[in-house]
Every structure is written in C-alpha cells, then in structure tokens.
C-alpha cells in the first residue's frame, strides 16, 4: 500500500508501483471534503479511486525515447508501464507528463536567463548548473501552480537515474533536487499528506494505511527515544513529520532543544495541552523573555489556542522567568535530585548538580505518551545553565521512563579544578583582572558576616555577576576613591573552602589596598589573591595575603617591578620563584595560580563564575581610611 513507500528503498526497477499508486489514488480519494470544488475529471478520479491513466505500453514509451533522443531512467520507465502519467504529484503539480507530454524545456521558463545574470564570465561548471538546467532539463509538469519538475540528463547516478529538480516561484531557494523519479514521487506522496495534515488545523478526512503508518512511526519513535536512541527515534520522525504528522513536530522540539537548538522550538501541538504545559512551556517562555523586551504578543499569537488555565500559567511563568524567580520541580525521586541539584549549584558546583541529575535520570517518569525528555529545568535560572549540547546528547542517550538499555558516557566535566584557568583569556578578552578571598572551614552563607557590614551583610538570590552589577549601581550618585567594596560571587571552593570572588575589580593601589584576610578569618585561614598580571590599564600587579585567627601571617605584593613582602612566606609560594624580569610577569600568573590551590587544596568553579548565577553580596571597602594629608577624589552624579 501507498504507506508503505514510507521505508527506503535503493532498487528502483523491483518497486512496487501499482500498489503505491493504487493507495495514493485512495487516499487522494478518501480525504476530499463534501465542499471541495471538482472537475469532471477529478470526479471521475475520485469515483474510480484512481489519479493515473492507462499504462504505457513498451511501443510507446519507445517512441517517446525515440523522439526525446534518450532513454528514460529506470524509475520514470517503470512508472510510465502502470500510468501513463499523474494528477495531483503533491499540492501543486495538477498533471505530471507521460510520454506524449515530456519535453526537453530548453530555456522556455527563461529562467537559466535570470540565474546566468549573476554568473561571471569565468563561472565553472559548479556555478553554472543552476542555469544550465533549464536548457538541457526534460520538463515534467504539464500542469501546475508556477512550480517546474525537470530531470537532469546530466545528473546520473551508476544506476542510470537522473536526478529530479523542483523549482517553485514563490519558494526563494534553488532547485530542489531528489535523487530519482521513484523519490520525486515518495515526496509528492509526502507533500499531499503533509498539506492534508495542516489544511484547517487536522488531518486528513479518514485513517489510511499511510497514516497509520505514520503513527505507528510516532510510536517506535517514542519508545526509542525513551531507551536512549534518540538519532534513530529522530530519523521516524523526521519521515512521519515530512507526511504531516501533527504529533511529530512536537515530539522532535523535545530533542532539538537538548541539542542546544532554540530557533523555531515550540513544541507544536504539545505546549498548551494542560498535561505537558509545566514542562514545555517554560524552555518557551524562556526563550521570548530573553530576545523580546517590549511585546508579549508574538507569544500569546502562538498561544491562542490554549485553554484559560494554560494562558494565565504562561504570564504567571513569564514573569517568574523575567524575574529570576522560577523553580522548575518535578515529581518522586527524580524530583528530589533536581531540588540536590539546584542546591549543589547555588553555591557552584555544576558538575555535581549534573551529576545528580543524570543518576536519577533513569527514574524520571513522563508525564504522557508524548513526553520524551524532562525539559522545564532549562528555564531554572540555577540548572538551565548546566545545559551543553553534549550534556544535552548525554541525556538523550540515557533510558529513563521504565525503558532499559546501554548507559552513555558521561560527559565531561566543565570544571578543570584548581585556579589556573583565571590564567586563560576569556573569549570577551573581559578577565585580565580579578581578586578573590578564600575563608576555610566555613559555609559560603556565612562570608557576608565576615567580609561585609550592615545591609550589606546579606546574600541576594542567585545573579549573574552583570545582573548583580547592574543592581548595585542603579540609583548610586556618590562615587569615591576610597570607596573600594568588592562585588563579590560566593561559592564552595573544595576542601572545606569557601569563596568570594569579584571578576571586575576596581583599580588596583598598592598604598591603599587593606586586604579583608585578617577581618575574614576569625578562627579559621583566610587567602586573599588580586591579580592584574594581565591587565590593560597600568603596570601589572600581584598581591596574595594569608591571614589566620584574626592577624595576617604573611602577604607578598608585585607592583611597579618590585615586591614587597610581609612575615614568612612558605618556599612554595616564594615571589622569587615566580617573578624574574619585569616583562615576564605575565608569565607568572599560571605558575603562581598552581602553587595556591596546591598549597591550600582549593579550586574554583570555572563554569559558575563565568556562565552560571550565584549568590553576591557588597564587601567592605578593600581600601584603608585615607590618612593625615592624603587627598581622595568623590564624585557625584546628578
């Protein structure tokens, strides 16, 4: 039956052509509405159950080879020996030639005219064949919508085929080429379903062996997709997409967006059925939040078909999603890992909180039929962030919904450990400055106490470090030189290590600067690196303090080509070892990077810091009170 040119099939000469055109003609049939205008000649095609026309017999095709001069492709003369040609190929060929219609089209679109107008003089073959198409093309259609079919006598494959070219004029693309007759027609197929399928928003008039294929595609796809075989579930539904499955489409954004695609992802058909709305809508929401500023019509457009209790969780999740404030929860044990997940990464460790939901993955239960995929975590401001698309390839590769099969690889980590990637230019070129206190033995919840005073002493929400900015300076007027509180990110540093870490500090003054250890390390050590080894403003500069139960033990500072040390610096940590020549310091920062986190056991999370949101807080000034007849600069907006 026509449902079953859904499989591929490489021998064009053994394939069916009667039972496929046969069920096309049926289906063509079976979907015509009560209301569609017809001619007699569609009428007489729908009563007979047949689009085509008497076979061909090997006399005429023949002389039609005769006249054209050449022998037809395998397919074509296959096709020609069950119907001498074809109504309705797709939506906008009327009539399809037999032998007394196909033509060598010799330019008559004039359209090699318009393509060699852009040519140059010396264009080689490659450039050329769009033009030459249209001198040398057998032309197919007879009847049709502005849309031409040629086949290319030129395009040959070793099995003798010529490849198929579509051209539409109100498709701005190049021809479209299919392999061979027996393709051209397989899409024609698909093109007829697939118009059927969205004419007036649902499928055709009655179930026919193509769509029941069809879903029963749908349905190996989505068993497969549940095991973990996402390319092959993606293959089905590409093919039960490409015949208008209104499922299919929906099914497949589930898989595009792990895969880190975002344009044209709306889940289509999915998204406002109450049953999948908490998590489909959020990776939608999120999307228009963060490209539309002024209007949410584009959205609620796309939305109109929702029912009331879908429209107002959509505004209640855009605004959370525009906030900053919305937690993504699922149900069971599943959802107990996303709530140890969104912990592990509020304070910084992603790759833990990755971790943790790839181990329950595999109890994660869709919330229907159509479910492939937990999704609604991509527009948690703490776990979207730990989205790659080679952790989303490793989540789609792991079973999970009750199905069994092969575990992935893990991915890797986005966190190389240590302290030595500040040492690597970022790709902004943003990072040539840094400064970051490290306090052991205690929680990062427990940093503002000890770096900060009053209502600074309070962590706000999870931020980006440009959000937590932003907030800091909306409103402030008074700026002041000796005014140096750190915008800090807080996290967990290994080992029992916290950290407060300022990605874009002030101007570095070597006369001024008051380190925070000794005020951050009541009963316990604190470190303290600044780093400008790399900066663009000014000479480069390096200071690290350690400070423990209240009082610095020892600190080094390079600045202006010379360092000044304090108290008893251990030998691995010696300045000597790392600063030669002046014009090497840069060369210094790595190598000194190495032997702090060596020396304290202490690591930084790279992908937090630079990509992730964290909790902020404002320190205390970095800068000592100005003494008797020192000058400062404030100034003052407004």
Known sequence: MAGDSIGRMTDTTAFDWRSFLRGWSGEWADSLTGGEVRDEDDEAARQARWLGFPP??????????????RRMPPSYREFLKVSDGWRHAGGFVRLLAGTE?????????ELADMAEEHLDEDAGPEERWEADIWRRGLQLD????????LMDPEDVDEDGEWAVYTWASWRAAPPERHANFLEFMREMHREFHSLRAHRGGGGPASADDTTRKSDALLEEARREALRGGWERAREALDEAERYGSPRAAGLDDQIRRLLGQTSGVYFEGLVTDPRYAPELLPPVVAEHAAHSYRSDSTLMLYLRDADDEVVALTRTMLDQVRNGTYRYTAGGLFGEAVDRARELARWGDTDGAWRALMDALPLWEPLGPDHLVPLGWVADPLLGPLLTPER??????????????EAPEPAAGLDPGGLAWLAEPDPGGNRTTYRFVLVEGVGPEELPARLADGQDAALSEPLTFWEARSRMLDGRIVFSSLDDR????????GNGWSFAFDGDPAPFNRQRLLSPAAAACAGTRAVVVWSGLRSWYGEPFFHLSVAQDGAERYAFTFADGEVRRNGEIPQALDPDRF?????????????????????????????AVVNGRLHTFTTRSWTRPPRDGERYAVLQLG
Do not use: C, Q, Y
């Open 56 to 69: 061909a017999p090997k006399e005429r095709i023949a002389a039609m080879e005769e006249r054209l001069g």
């Open 101 to 109: 219609d196909a033509r060598w089209h010799e330019n008559e679109s």
């Open 142 to 149: 007879v009847e049709s919508d502005s849309v031409h079919v």
């Open 392 to 405: 989303g390839r490793e989540l789609l590769s792991t079973p999970r919904g009750g199905r069994t099969g």
């Open 486 to 493: 750190a915008l800090v990110a807080v996290g967990r540093a």
């Open 579 to 607: 600063f030669h020549a002046p014009g090497d310091a840069a060369e210094a920062e790595r190598p000194l990077l190495e032997a702090v986190a060596a020396e304290f056991g202490v690591s930084l999370p790279r992908h």
